[in-house]
């Protein structure tokens, strides 16, 4: 059974970084893609980023300069971190894994809650 | 970015009714467009992917169409667990989301 959990920190202060880990089970971040998407409170879904199954990153660009995704095979983990974080981060935080080829998000986690506040 | 336009943002209809939501995108797509369901507390929840194709495990009820930048989720017969929050997204250049539209029963 394909799963996605969200862990990671429910608050941060306003410009700290913030790092959110997914692990998944029952099936490999080598064969399928993950991305991150985001929801702030009562708002729509943001996609976030991505990490293909070789590796490879892509990147909102709106987020670009304050972001970095990378994995961890072994653990079958994948990790956001974002950096100078303002109220505006504050949001649930999602990964979400790739049906096949191109974004189609077909198993999601349950999500983190983020809140940026000093 | 491709910007996407959902109307309208507020739905509100009685069991058993069709409804159908509107998804316009900003340029054309060519069909790389899905759409999610979300209901209260929940992560979204794939539906239709690449205009009309269902995914596994979700009502026949549910159907997608559409082409160029206009594009549609029809619901041919309205369910209590239907009520939700939709989103549609296009991923024909980096993935952008519609605003949704808020389903409720009259």
């Known amino acids: 059974q394909v799963r996605l959990k969200e862990s990671g920190p429910r608050l941060v202060q306003p410009s700290q970084t913030l790092s959110v880990t997914c692990t998944v089970s029952?099936?490999?971040?080598?064969?399928?893609?993950v991305s991150w998407v985001r929801q702030p409170p009562g708002k729509g879904l943001e996609w976030v980023g991505a990490?293909?199954?070789?590796?490879?990153?892509d990147y909102n660009s709106a987020l670009k300069s304050r972001l970095s995704i990378s994995r961890d095979t072994s653990k079958n983990q994948v990790f956001l971190k974002m950096n100078s974080l303002q109220t505006d981060d504050t949001g649930t935080y999602y990964c979400?894994?790739?049906?096949?080829?191109?974004?189609?998000?077909?198993?999601w986690g349950q999500g983190a809650s983020v809140t940026v506040s000093s | 970015d491709i910007q996407m336009t959902q109307s309208p943002s507020l739905l509100s209809a009685s069991v058993g009714d069709r409804v159908t939501l509107s998804c316009k995108a900003s340029q054309n797509i060519y069909k790389y467009l899905n759409w999610y369901q979300q209901k209260l507390g929940e992560a979204p929840k794939l539906l239709i992917y690449?205009?009309?194709s269902l995914q596994t495990g979700i009502p026949s009820r549910f159907s997608g169409s559409g082409s160029g930048t206009d594009y549609t989720l029809t619901i041919s017969s309205l369910q209590p667990e239907d009520v939700a929050t939709y989103f549609c997204?296009?991923?024909?250049?980096?993935?952008?989301f519609g605003a949704g539209t808020k389903l409720e029963l009259k």
């Open positions: 690449y205009t009309n």
């Open positions: 990490i293909w199954k070789g590796g490879s990153t």
């Open positions: 029952g099936f490999s971040v080598t064969s399928y893609h």
């Open positions: 979400a894994k790739h049906r096949g080829s191109g974004y189609v998000m077909d198993a």
């Open positions: 997204q296009q991923y024909n250049s980096w993935p952008t």
